[in-house]
């Protein structure tokens, strides 16, 4: 497979590694990003890189709470004009509202319920795309409850770029919850704690480990013993109880929660177009494909 330019940018925003290490990779690796990925981790030229981590599509993520209930929901548009549009604005709260009291199964449900104006939602979203001007569409959302001793926290970042929506069993501080929701959208856990990490993904991470020990030139006999420590620097990467909590550097967020007579349940992080690739669009080519129509 041929190497592109874009496959090569697409590899370095993804690592961080040098424009030849990218292109290196990428020929060794037969064009297949995942596994250039894993031969300069491999190498010690990159560290793992969040395949979420390009963000291109616009819109807003919001978190509504109503007593023991709770959503959290992503709404996109095509441009970030529109999400500061105060239409838009208001579309997502009432789409917020009707999850809430509808509690779909599933996006495509949604669309097909009927609202409290009598509007069926599919068509409500396609009045607002005919008002607003752009498409418009609810891309995703979590519905969360809990009981009268715990506590939600919810936490929206940048006007909605971002927002967390966390669980906390044990206590009724809000505060506590929401402080560690403030933790989860500036450090990104994929997980609350080891045990919900697969034991698929821990194998490849302890796969890609040895061979990146071996390549470090160290002896094999010792090479175990240093792969399962690292392997605890990856479980404080991507577990959130593992990890420094950001509000005060002496303590983990298990010791956070623990203060409070508290457990983490669940958690939910949206961030604005998250795993979507938005098209590049090449104006010049476009131009010359619409005259060669002709």
Do not use: W
């Not at 919850?177 to 034991?199: E, F, G, N």
């Not at 605890?232 to 929660?257: H, I, M």
């Amino acid at each position: 497979m041929a190497v592109t330019a874009q496959m090569v940018k697409e590899l370095r925003e993804k690592t961080g590694a040098g424009m030849m290490d990218c292109k290196k990779a990428l020929t060794a690796t037969d064009g297949d990003m995942d596994k250039a990925i894993d031969f300069l981790r491999e190498k010690g030229i990159a560290k793992a890189a969040n395949k979420a981590d390009r963000i291109a599509a616009e819109g807003l993520t919001s978190v509504v709470a109503q007593g023991n209930e709770a959503v959290i929901l992503e709404v996109n548009s095509e441009t970030d004009f529109v999400a500061k549009n105060e239409a838009f604005q208001a579309l997502v709260q009432e789409l917020a509202q009707h999850l809430l009291k509808n509690k779909p199964a599933t996006v495509e449900e949604a669309s097909a319920q009927t609202m409290e104006n009598g509007a069926i939602v599919a068509d409500h979203i396609n009045a607002a795309i005919a008002k607003i001007g752009e498409k418009l569409s609810l891309r995703r959302f979590t519905l969360a409850s809990k009981t009268d001793n715990d506590a939600f926290g919810a936490y929206i970042h940048m006007g909605g770029r971002i927002s967390v929506l966390t669980v906390l069993e044990g206590t009724t501080e809000e505060a506590a919850a929401k402080d560690i929701s403030m933790h989860i959208t500036a450090l990104r856990p994929k997980y609350v704690s080891r045990d919900q990490v697969s034991q698929e993904e821990v194998e490849h991470e302890r796969q890609v480990l040895t061979q990146q020990a071996l390549n470090e030139g160290k002896p094999e006999n010792i090479v175990a013993k240093m792969v399962e420590g690292r392997l605890g620097k990856y479980f404080e990467d991507v577990c959130l109880l593992d990890q420094t909590f950001v509000k005060n550097p002496d303590q983990k967020v298990r010791q956070f929660a623990e203060s409070k007579g508290a457990t983490v349940r669940e958690f939910v992080r949206y961030e604005v177009g998250e795993g979507i690739e938005k098209k590049e669009d090449n104006f010049a080519e476009e131009v010359m494909n619409q005259v060669n129509k002709k």
